[in-house]
């Protein structure tokens, strides 16, 4: 092979590479008289397509345990006790302690919606907070508390928490311990907490546990008497940054994203940014209409997911919610400035409140998700959304002209179309999502691994759309969410697998047009 290998050939190579490595067992020479022997001759001097350095990027969601249990390094599952209470008094994944058969009289739970600190909620937010009332009749018989199990813990590591109580008339002690999640299981570590008295107060711990347990549970005891109430739970790791669990850090940065997007996805149209700012204590929790409406704590808002999509080496891409739950261009706007403005702005002012005094100068800003589905909140037609569009668009870079508009477009040329027609002076993305599996496939896996160049048709023309609908304008595309949705296990094998990977090498083909995108 003769010539230097620009990055410009990589991905032709890369592709010939790996081509002539799955085709080799079909073609390897025999020992018959006919065998023959086959000649790859690879030109590096000449360039097929320049491959855009922000092709390959990766997508982050609130979605099932995407963000909570995933990126965020809080250990302690509904800290605020807001999940729906069972016939003990107790929220969902907490428990008394010694165990649920404890028929103990003298300590009494009730999930409490008059008593607890104080959040930023709104209209959007769970309607009603909660705390959790605690009132021991006696004190020292035996052991009374509540646990959280299937918290996750390492031998030497320190674990920083912390706990807001507040008491009535509790006089006492109170013990935060880890331990073997069993009656009378083994103590990894404890804290004993002062004198416990007056309103909410952050009582903070530190526990360094002498075993590593996948399954250790949290224990809240208490050894004195009178009543008290229990909020915002936390338990982070010390390695973790930014809130961010250290060790899926690791494995995102290994990958080297061009981007990160989020908030989503579906989650997007329900999300209202002002969920994610300021003390995460006093964040409130909202209710995942995408997702099994779950319930989600906002710990990881706009400011960590910023710095941990910086630390990984990625630009940050957010999603705005365009008219979902009472969404406006006006909050889009603020959500520009909150990142972006000088910490003199309104919404500056606020982030370098919040710690970050230097814009954020986030570029990437898409408008909505999917808005052509009727599964997502502010669904509409083309036209409304394009109009939509230029409203959001107007306001947002009216605080920053310099951002780069990502819109919402389809695998449906109609939609797109009419979008461009509409908004295309104001679109420097369009967006597109394709997921493929067992309807579309109509019983042939070979219409899995053609489907690929059925999209690089598809690319070819979006590409002459651009140019005869915004002439000049040089509109890319960013295919933003793809994926298969077979059935488990074929969703994780070799068939996928070469979907994926035909798909990848038609995103290289086509790069003159197709410039972002994101495995979901």
């Known amino acids: 092979m003769e010539g230097t290998l620009t990055s410009k050939c990589r991905g032709v190579v890369r592709a010939v590479w790996l081509a002539s490595l799955l085709l080799s067992p079909f073609f390897a020479p025999g020992n018959g008289p006919n065998a023959t022997t086959a000649t790859l001759t690879i030109d590096t001097n000449t360039v097929e397509n320049v491959i855009s350095p922000s092709l390959y990027g990766q997508f982050a969601e609130f979605m099932f345990q995407d963000i909570k249990g995933g990126l965020d390094a809080e250990l302690v599952r509904d800290r605020g006790f807001d999940e729906q209470s069972n016939a003990l008094g107790l929220p969902r994944y907490w428990e008394r302690d010694p165990?649920?058969?404890?028929?103990?009289?003298?300590?009494r739970l009730a999930w409490d919606a008059d008593v607890y600190l104080a959040v930023?909620?709104?209209?959007?937010?769970?309607a009603s907070q909660h705390s959790l009332r605690v009132d021991v009749q006696s004190e020292f018989e035996q052991r009374r508390g509540v646990h959280q199990g299937w918290i996750p813990v390492r031998a030497g590591i320190d674990y920083e928490g912390y706990i807001w109580l507040k008491s009535a008339d509790y006089v006492g002690k109170v013990v935060i311990a880890l331990e073997a999640d069993q009656t009378d299981g083994e103590e990894y570590a404890s804290a004993v907490l002062p004198e416990i008295a007056g309103d909410w107060k952050k009582y903070s711990f530190t526990l360094r546990p002498t075993k590593s347990d996948p399954l250790a549970k949290l224990a809240i005891l208490f050894p004195g008497k009178g009543k008290l109430w229990l909020d915002q739970v936390s338990l982070l790791p010390r390695d973790a940054q930014g809130g961010v669990r250290h060790d899926v850090e690791q494995r995102v940065a290994a990958l080297h994203p061009a981007f990160i997007r989020w908030p989503g996805g579906n989650v997007a149209q329900d999300y209202h940014w002002r969920w994610g700012v300021g003390p995460r204590d006093n964040r409130?929790?909202?209710?995942?209409e995408s997702w099994r409406k779950?319930?989600?704590p906002s710990n990881f808002g706009t400011d960590e997911f910023i710095q941990f999509a910086r630390r990984v080496g990625a630009e940050p891409s957010i999603t705005v919610n365009v008219e979902g739950h009472g969404a406006t261009a006006e909050e889009a706007a603020a959500w520009v400035e909150y990142c972006n403005g000088d910490a003199h702005s309104k919404y500056g002012s606020m982030r370098s409140a919040n710690g970050s005094?230097?814009?954020?100068?986030?570029?990437?800003?898409?408008?909505?998700?999917e808005i052509w589905g009727d599964w997502v909140r502010g669904h509409s037609d083309a036209e409304t959304y394009a109009k939509n569009l230029n409203r959001y668009v107007?306001?947002?870079?009216?605080v920053d002209p310099s951002i780069t508009i990502i819109?919402?477009?389809?695998?449906d040329l109609k939609w797109n179309e009419t979008v461009l027609r509409i908004a295309g002076n104001n679109i420097d993305y369009l967006s597109v999502h394709h997921y493929y599996g067992p309807a579309e496939m109509k019983g042939d896996a070979n219409n899995l691994r053609a489907r690929p160049l059925h999209?690089?048709?598809?690319?070819?023309?979006m590409k002459q759309m651009f140019q005869e609908l915004v002439p000049g304008h040089n509109i890319k595309l960013a295919v933003n969410e793809w994926n298969t949705t077979l059935p488990l296990p074929a969703q994780h094998s070799m068939q996928s697998a070469i979907y994926a990977a035909r798909l990848m090498n038609v995103f290289e083909r086509s790069g003159d047009v197709v410039q972002m995108s994101a495995v979901s």
């Open 455 to 461: 999209y690089e048709q598809f690319y070819l023309r």
């Open 294 to 296: 779950e319930l989600e």
């Open 120 to 126: 930023n909620g709104d209209k959007n937010t769970l």
């Open 407 to 411: 819109a919402t477009g389809d695998n």
């Open 357 to 369: 005094p230097e814009p954020f100068h986030v570029r990437y800003w898409e408008i909505g998700n």
């Open 394 to 398: 107007e306001k947002m870079r009216a």
């Open 284 to 288: 409130p929790v909202w209710v995942n």
């Open 99 to 107: 165990d649920d058969r404890n028929d103990d009289a003298a300590l």
